[in-house]
């Protein structure tokens, strides 16, 4: 498979003089186009950071980031604006869904921010909402749904676009024991349905098992050559 994502040397210091937290240090990171990988970590490894940086949400003080062979830290705020939009899905911890939009109208909103709002569109969000289990709702309202179908809805809203990579934060770190497995045997069709390329960050080894691969973080640095952790 092509590298669909490269990681160089990345590192980002927080604080000044005697308070200095180096969250990411000297970090490298490898994804094959179609993988799905688990990145582990304690609370202040660097996890999120890192997944901040790929994001184009926190820039990195030093070190590369190609994506799709596209280096991120050449481009200006409206061209990474555009990747974040286009290239990058997002399933966040808290859903972070609008209380004023539909089900549907939640999944389809990428595509309308970037301008792809149309008939293929639709009829994708769709298809999502019937590969998820939410056609029965699409038309309702997130204050009407429960915590997993939320989330249910959060991972088809990430794959409208057809993002060439999608960065999940502690996708279940809301939900239920039982909600939890739900959602995550979802993101693991999704990854295999779709060949989709995923990032999940977790501090749950049982989670991270799920990954096709499993790279561990600690103070900042990866364990083991090149993000080539033990799966």
């Known amino acids: 498979m092509a590298e669909l ?3 160089k040397d990345l590192t980002k210091v927080y604080g000044k003089r005697g308070a200095v937290t180096r ?6 990171l490898s994804l094959e186009a179609g993988e799905y990988v688990g990145i582990m970590g304690a609370s202040g490894s660097g996890k999120t950071t890192l997944l ?9 003080d030093s070190g590369s980031i190609l994506l799709d062979g596209v280096e991120l830290a050449r481009l200006k705020e409206d061209e990474l604006a555009g990747v974040r939009n286009r290239k990058l899905g997002f ?5 972070l869904l609008l209380d004023g939009l ?3 109208e939640n999944i389809l909103l990428p595509a309308i921010l970037s301008g792809r709002i149309n008939s293929t569109a639709e009829a ?3 298809q999502l ?13 997130p204050a009407e749904i429960s915590g997993g179908e939320k989330q249910r809805t959060a991972v088809a809203r990430a794959l409208i676009n057809h993002p060439l990579l999608v960065l999940a934060d502690e996708p279940t770190g809301n939900l239920d024991s039982k909600t939890s497995q739900d959602v995550l045997s979802l ?6 349905k779709f060949a989709q390329t995923m990032v999940m960050i977790t501090h749950n080894e049982e989670i991270a098992q799920l990954a096709d691969r499993i790279v561990r973080i600690e103070d900042g640095r990866i364990r083991g050559k090149g993000g080539e952790a033990d799966a």
Not at 23 to 28: C, F, S
Not at 130 to 140: E, H, L, Q, T
């Open 187 to 192: 993101m693991k069709i999704t990854s295999q």
């Open 5 to 7: 994502l490269c990681v």
């Open 124 to 126: 994708r969000a769709d």
């Open 129 to 141: 909402c019937d590969v998820f289990g939410i056609g029965g709702i699409r038309n309702k309202y």
């Open 102 to 104: 539909s089900v549907r």
């Open 52 to 60: 901040n940086c790929i994001s184009c949400y926190t820039p990195a």
């Open 91 to 95: 399933v966040f911890q808290d859903f």
């Open 23 to 28: 969250a990411l240090d000297g970090v490298d």
